[in-house]
């Protein structure tokens, strides 16, 4: 049971670049998320999937794009990276979410991602 | 947005002390959750206390809630150099986690 994985590790972009950061769990969760965490800062919600075939934007969704592959894959796209982008990225995942709830998050080891 | 804050920014304390971190909240909430980072790595859940709860237990980790307060608080007993990390607190909002900008703890053996 390896819990959330997460690939690449490290990456090195260009301004302008573009890229996929993948996501997968194997504990049959139901919702997942994408969060960047920079220097001194909590995390920040990028973009959720509540259930397969649904997304939805969080606090900073720009420059981003996702697709929830199927129930075990979450996928994070930077179509035309920029410095800013330059964070931490985490995956998580979470059981059932009942209604007005939210779950305990499992977390991913990271994507440490530059941009030049 | 409902951030919580955690107080203080940075703790630094000697192994077998207690290290005590607060966390603050703006509005009502269904459950509070605090997790831990160790350096480079994701973050862990270590407790998930509801509103209607007032203190919860796990080992060595002792978190409290006042709801009238709106505060939270982790107590870390009998802390070990392993417990060296960045907490931070999470509150709920409807479908996501809006997640502190943490504590980072050091514990000096």
């Known amino acids: 049971n390896a819990g959330v994985t997460q690939t690449p590790k490290f990456q090195v972009l260009k301004t302008g670049q573009s890229m996929t950061l993948q996501c997968a769990q194997d504990?049959?969760?139901?919702?997942m998320y994408w969060y960047r965490q920079d220097p001194g800062m909590g995390l920040r919600l990028i973009y959720y999937?509540?259930?397969?075939?649904?997304?939805d934007k969080g606090e900073v969704p720009n420059g981003y794009n996702v697709s929830r592959l199927n129930k075990r894959e979450f996928s994070l796209r930077l179509e035309s990276a920029a410095p800013s982008q330059t964070s931490v990225y985490f995956c998580?995942?979470?059981?059932?979410?009942?209604?007005?709830?939210?779950?305990?998050?499992?977390f991913g080891p990271g994507t440490r991602l530059t941009v030049l | 947005s409902q951030q919580g804050e955690e107080d203080p920014q940075a703790l630094s304390i000697q192994e077998g002390e207690n290290a005590t971190m607060n966390c603050s909240y703006k509005?009502?909430?269904?459950?509070l959750q605090w997790y831990r980072q160790n350096s480079g790595r994701g973050l862990v859940h270590l407790i998930l206390?509801?509103?209607?709860?007032r203190e919860k237990h796990s080992g060595r980790l002792r978190v409290t809630l006042d709801t009238s307060k709106k505060s939270s608080s982790l107590l870390i007993t009998a802390s070990r150099a392993a417990d060296t990390a960045s907490y931070f607190c999470?509150?709920?909002?409807?479908?996501?986690?809006?997640f502190g900008k943490g504590t980072k703890l050091s514990v000096i053996p």
């Open positions: 999470a509150t709920d909002d409807l479908w996501q986690l809006t």
């Open positions: 999937s509540a259930s397969e075939g649904t997304t």
């Open positions: 504990m049959n969760h139901n919702s």
């Open positions: 206390i509801r509103s209607n709860e």
């Open positions: 509005t009502s909430i269904n459950n």
């Open positions: 998580a995942s979470t059981i059932e979410r009942l209604a007005g709830d939210t779950d305990t998050q499992y």
